[in-house]
């Protein structure tokens, strides 16, 4: 594997995405930030983001299966990139992390910029201390361990990743795909992660949290009720793709109830079980994210959107809206509108 150099950031007018990379770093988790970040999509959002991998540790990188990495990045080169990125890494480095490396991330870190681990990258990001009275995750495997080592830290072992403040944190391996995408979703809107993942053939959001893959533990975490294996139910599946197709139509429990062939109670259970949320929930959620990508791809005014997604109107929209992005739909639209 090989990097390119390339101009300084702002250069360009690209956004620097930088990953640490350490000796033995898993191939899958290092390969997902390459596809998503380092391909030219400038056909879907120009300027696209300038990939930039960083030798966290001297020597030759290897990967175990054999590839070895040649790079001009080093650490130096993290604390300029607009996103510092540290890749998931093996047990030798979750256990004592390189000083230089703790270093880079806490300078970087302290210049404000947006500080992303994937899978057990977290262990780094954690003994740099940038985790401390903030919420993380990890894969759902280090669970008891990562708690026990931090317990500063809010260890949330259910969820697929976490954003918290400029800080994210992802689980394991698939999980990463999902992180990623929502970082591009951030920066260049629904419209554009959408397209991305379309390319790369995955869901561009995928429901509920990584305890529904997880094995049960002989030996618990700090928190076993939420780390109890859930497995998805498959029944659910087309009575969600059913309720996407009519978020413009009144929804309700018993009428999704009635489409999945279970009782009320069953349903709202399981549910919640395999999806995280409850069934009103995540109507909410799907409408906004409908109305986002519309906002994106149409000039529609809100009016019309409002009743494509089932809000009914735009004082219902704008409230809800703001209320899940933090934004106006106005607002969105004049971010993500053009990049779209």
Known sequence: ?????????????????????????????LAVPCEV??????????????????????????????????TPYGLDDLAEADTVVVSACERRVQLDPPEPLLEAVRAAHARGRRIVSLCSGAYVLAAAGLLDGRRATTHWMNATDFARRFP???????????????????????????????????????????????????????????????RPSAHPPLEPRALRSRRPDAGLGPVLDWARERLHEPLTVPALARAAHLSERTFARRFREVLGTTPLQWIL???????????????DPVESIARRTGFGTAANLRHHFARLTTVSPQSYRQVFRSGA
């Open 152 to 214: 500063r830290v809010t260890y949330e072992p259910h969820a697929l990743y976490v954003q918290a403040g400029t800080v994210f944190t992802s689980a394991g391996t698939g999980a990463v795909i999902d992180l990623c995408l929502h970082l591009v979703r951030q920066d260049r809107g629904a419209a554009v992660a959408n397209e991305v993942a379309r390319r790369m053939v995955v869901p561009p959001h995928r429901e509920g949290g990584q305890s529904q893959y997880a």
């Open 37 to 70: 970040f380092g391909l030219d999509r400038s056909e879907v959002s120009d300027p696209w983001y300038e990939l930039r991998l960083c030798a966290a540790e001297p020597g030759t990188l290897r990967t175990p299966a054999g590839l070895t990495l040649h």
């Open 285 to 299: 959620q799907e409408r906004v994210r409908l109305a986002q990508e519309l906002l994106e791809t149409t000039d």
């Open 1 to 29: 594997m090989s990097a390119h150099k390339a101009t300084a950031p702002g250069a360009t007018g690209r956004h620097v995405v930088a990953v640490a990379v350490t000796g033995n770093a898993p191939v899958f988790e």
